[in-house]
């Protein structure tokens, strides 16, 4: 008999558990304009890449649905871009070693994919996610979901009150090497309600990387062959 009541203490704990972690989610999907951003195919944002020194270049990053995406720009006077085609991602960059096109490291393909989302990140794995609470991040409580697949293992920090995804920590969970990167937004725009990041960084060891968002282009469409792996350089 108290096995039997502890159980259904459980199942009821376990319940409301869930209907939290469901009405947090729903806030967070209208705070970032979900709805409105499942009507848009591509997007095209300008802006600046800000490298280690803090020096701004201007580069364009394209978006298409259903995760390809372009970042590609001018670096000292030479072109660079870094694409991933919904399989293969590749870049060419004059700050690596050889001025060619090569396949992308996993540091690369990891910021690369983890750049930009129409809306919110969440939301593809809105399904699959497993809600952890309030957790601690740089001395504040956010609620936390994770959301752990064959690929990657990710922790998305949702602020308590206004209900905005303001940090990402994305492990690799493939390979030899493993990767963590922690990304950061720190301040959105909105376009009639749907939530743009200002600018996004990625911080890991040895590495800091920042794309600046300035102007925004919806729907502007976007051929297949701009993510396409060039057949030389």
Same mark, same amino acid.
């Given at each position: 008999?108290?096995?039997?009541?502890?159980?259904?203490?459980?199942?009821?704990? !376990?319940?409301?558990?869930?209907?939290?972690?469901?009405? @947090?989610?729903? /806030?967070?999907?209208?705070?970032?304009?979900?709805? &409105?951003?499942?009507?848009?195919?591509?997007?095209?944002?300008?802006?600046?890449?800000? *490298?280690?020194?803090?020096?701004?270049?201007?580069?364009? +990053?394209?978006?298409?649905?259903?995760?390809?995406?372009?970042?590609?720009?001018?670096?000292?006077?030479?072109?660079?871009?870094?694409?991933? %085609?919904?399989?293969?991602?590749? !870049?060419?960059?004059?700050?690596?070693?050889?001025?060619?096109?090569?396949?992308?490291?996993?540091?690369?393909?990891?910021?690369?994919?983890?750049?930009?989302?129409?809306?919110?990140?969440?939301?593809?794995?809105?399904?699959?996610? &497993?809600?952890?609470?309030?957790? *601690?991040?740089?001395?504040?409580?956010?609620?936390?979901?994770?959301?752990?697949?064959?690929?990657? +293992?990710?922790?998305?920090?949702? =602020?308590?009150?206004?209900?905005? +995804?303001?940090?990402?920590?994305?492990?690799?969970?493939?390979?030899?090497?493993?990767?963590?990167?922690?990304?950061?937004? *720190?301040?959105?725009? !909105?376009?009639?309600?749907?939530? @743009?990041?200002?600018?996004?960084?990625?911080?890991? %060891?040895?590495?800091?990387?920042?794309?600046?968002? =300035?102007?925004?282009?919806?729907?502007?469409?976007?051929? *297949?062959?701009?993510?396409?792996?060039? /057949?030389?350089?």
């Amino acid at each position: 008999m108290r096995f039997f009541l502890l159980l259904i203490c459980c199942t009821i704990a !376990s319940l409301g558990y869930s209907q939290e972690a469901e009405e @947090i989610l729903q /806030e967070h999907f209208e705070a970032h304009g979900q709805k &409105q951003w499942e009507e848009i195919r591509t997007v095209e944002i300008s802006g600046k890449l800000v *490298d280690e020194r803090y020096y701004g270049f201007p580069m364009i +990053l394209t978006y298409k649905r259903p995760g390809k995406i372009r970042i590609a720009g001018v670096y000292e006077n030479k072109r660079f871009a870094q694409a991933y %085609d919904g399989t293969v991602a590749w !870049s060419i960059a004059p700050w690596k070693k050889q001025y060619q096109v090569e396949t992308a490291t996993a540091s690369e393909e990891l910021i690369l994919r983890n750049s930009y989302t129409p809306g919110s990140p969440l939301y593809p794995y809105r399904e699959h996610l &497993q809600f952890e609470g309030l957790r *601690d991040m740089e001395g504040v409580l956010y609620y936390a979901f994770t959301m752990a697949e064959e690929a990657y +293992l990710k922790t998305y920090f949702i =602020d308590t009150e206004n209900y905005r +995804l303001y940090y990402e920590q994305i492990q690799t969970r493939f390979g030899s090497q493993n990767l963590s990167m922690l990304k950061v937004i *720190d301040k959105y725009k !909105s376009y009639g309600g749907m939530l @743009i990041p200002t600018a996004v960084r990625f911080e890991a %060891d040895q590495l800091e990387w920042e794309l600046v968002f =300035d102007e925004v282009l919806l729907g502007v469409g976007a051929n *297949d062959k701009l993510f396409a792996r060039p /057949e030389s350089q």
